[in-house]
């Protein structure tokens, strides 16, 4: 974990697992091309982001960031549904 960029406690990276995903798919996600998919309409008085991406397995995942204290905090992620692995996949392809 890179805990440089990136702000992890139990609380975060235990919310992931119940998605069956680690910090370092988390990680792996936003540090390569993720496709951002906007600000997170859920956001409870703080900006959130979501990003889809792949790891380096090829799993594609949705993560949901904020910012906090000039870090990265995960606050989510998780398998998306298929209508955002598709436009990941062809944003990828570079396809509109």
């Known amino acids: 974990m890179n805990d440089e960029l990136f702000d992890w406690d139990d609380a ?3 919310h992931i697992a119940e998605h069956d995903v ?6 792996e996600v936003l540090l390569g ?3 951002e ?3 997170d309409p859920r956001s409870l008085g703080e900006e959130r982001w979501s990003f889809a991406g792949e790891t380096s397995e090829g799993r ?10 000039e870090k990265i905090r995960v606050v ?5 549904i298929r ?4 436009r990941y ?7 509109p």
């Open 12 to 14: 975060n990276i235990r």
């Open 22 to 27: 680690t910090p370092e798919e988390s990680e």
């Open 33 to 35: 091309e993720p496709l």
């Open 37 to 39: 998919m906007g600000q």
């Open 60 to 69: 594609i995942l949705q993560v949901v960031i904020t910012m906090r204290s």
């Open 76 to 80: 989510t992620a998780f398998e998306p």
């Open 83 to 86: 209508r955002i692995k598709l």
């Open 89 to 95: 996949l062809q944003s990828k392809a570079g396809k």
